[in-house]
């Protein structure tokens, strides 16, 4: 398996929901990623994760969760999102000692 | 502050010809530059890497040309192919980071 997989692909949510987005890969790899990527903008980090601690947080706001429960999986729990928060939310994993990020086909998410 | 830059928003090239994309960056402890491609509601698909040590590296159709005095790097394509239209955007990490910097990005559009 050498593909980052996440699910859903598109999710529609009001302002006052719960919803997780969820990321896979079972290639090893003991680096994962969120980023956040807005229409014509490049992809902007939110969280890394290394060997399942959070290792970077970009000064995310709390509405924005990450879980990494184990090597294969991570999770981001969405909560009280504000319609600026729709975007393309793209996962990534990368090999250990490897600077290349591999990319999911992410999702798509829009706040109403 | 734009540590990574793409000037160029998008590039027209012919079927066949060489497709050239620039990147600028201003960080002197980047040392590792990437080029990701990127279809519409798709992921970002790793493309080609090189490493600060050297100036050169190809694979295929693709080859990264880097000059470090310059802060400089471009992708060249021979020859560009209608399925090579998408948008590309390069990217930089320092040696022990494994954060990535997006320059804005450059759409491409070959021309059958």
């Known amino acids: 398996d050498t593909e980052v997989t996440q699910t859903p692909k598109h999710l529609v949510m009001g302002m006052t929901n719960k919803k997780s987005l969820k990321c896979e890969q079972h290639m090893g790899h003991r680096a994962m990623y969120w980023y956040k990527q807005k229409a014509k903008k490049p992809p902007e980090l939110m969280f890394v994760y290394s060997y399942e601690k959070l290792s970077i947080n970009e000064s995310v706001p709390s509405r924005f969760s990450p879980e990494c429960p184990n090597s294969s999986l991570l999770n981001l729990h969405l909560h009280a999102l504000q319609p600026e928060d729709s975007a393309l939310y793209l996962c990534?994993?990368?090999?250990?000692?490897?600077?290349?990020?591999?990319f999911g086909p992410g999702t798509r998410l829009t706040v109403l | 502050d734009q540590q990574v830059k793409q000037n160029s928003p998008s590039l027209s090239v012919q079927e066949g010809r060489i497709s050239i994309l620039n990147c600028d960056y201003t960080n002197s402890m980047f040392d590792y530059f990437l080029w990701y491609k990127k279809y519409p509601a798709e992921g970002p698909t790793f493309l080609i890497s090189?490493?600060?040590?050297?100036d050169k590296n190809e694979d295929g159709r693709f080859t990264v040309f880097l000059n470090k005095s310059a802060k400089h790097l471009s992708l060249h394509i021979v020859p560009s192919q209608p399925g090579d239209s998408a948008v590309y955007f390069c990217a930089a990490t320092t040696a022990a980071g494994n954060k990535l910097t997006f320059g804005g990005g450059t759409r491409v559009l070959v021309k059958p």
């Open positions: 990534a994993s990368s090999p250990r000692r490897s600077h290349e990020q591999f």
């Open positions: 090189i490493s600060s040590i050297k």
